[in-house]
């Protein structure tokens, strides 16, 4: 009997681990890669961002970091089907507020669609900067006066990341306008965002970049401080965005 128990015992750890196993490798959260050659033969990378309940995707020239195309918003997996409602799709204003439903397959390094027959091998897993998920612009300092924003309003600033890649989107949902994005990688160290630009929707001649803030968390909030990319003070307030 007490032989019988162990095994029990033995058998529903081994069941539990693959389990584990099992549901992160259902995960897409986190970042994910693919280059494809276009009709002219020059290479473009893809690059796709999920965050707990956001997700977005950037494709721009693998050299030169030119930007081609971006969309992204909300996700559910359920099984091997994901949903997505449309945010911002900066080919098709009109796809702002679809529902659409594909198919996924998903490993521990690999994210396929099979309809369309595209491979992203994953870049991380959320980690390991301390910054993964979804963030909206909720305020900033302006000559050391706070001046907040309300980010339930349908045009949004929203900065979502992984472990090592970012993208910042602004967007409006209704009236369904893109307004920008960039992205790119970036570290959290001792105190320390910084941001590696890759790409840059506004001006490709920011494409090469690297800006270094002062950051904190502050009662749940991402407080940081620095420059842009043009030069100017900056000193902004982000949320986490829960919906």
């Not at 019988?4 to 992160?24: A, E, T």
């Not at 920011?206 to 002062?214: C, D, K």
């Amino acid at each position: 009997m007490c032989k019988k128990f162990i095994n029990r015992k033995v058998w529903l750890s081994i069941f539990s681990f693959l389990l584990c196993i099992q549901i992160f490798s259902q995960s897409p959260i986190g970042a994910w890669e693919r280059y494809f050659e276009n009709e002219n033969g020059t290479e473009i990378r893809s690059v796709v961002i999920f965050s707990e309940k956001f997700q977005s995707i950037a494709m721009f020239n693998a050299k030169s970091g030119e930007f081609i195309y971006s969309n992204g918003g909300t996700w559910e997996l359920d099984g091997n089907m994901m949903t997505e409602v449309v945010e911002f799709d900066t080919a098709n204003s009109e796809r702002v507020g679809n529902v659409i439903t594909f198919e996924v397959t998903i490993t521990n390094d690999k994210l396929s669609l099979p309809e369309s027959d595209w491979h992203f091998s994953r870049i991380d897993d959320g980690g390991p900067g301390d910054l993964n998920g979804a963030w909206l612009m909720s305020g900033r300092y302006r000559n050391g006066e706070k001046q907040m924003r309300n980010t339930d309003r349908p045009r949004k600033t929203m900065k979502i990341l992984s472990g090592t890649r970012f993208q910042w989107i602004a967007f409006d949902t209704e009236k369904k306008e893109f307004k920008g994005t960039g992205g790119g990688t970036y570290t959290t160290i001792d105190g320390k965002y910084s941001e590696n630009i890759e790409f840059f929707s506004r001006d490709n001649s920011r494409v090469g970049m690297s800006l270094e803030f002062n950051y904190n968390i502050e009662k749940g909030d991402w407080i940081h401080k620095g420059k842009t990319s043009k030069g100017d003070p900056l000193h902004e307030i982000w949320e986490e965005r829960k919906k």
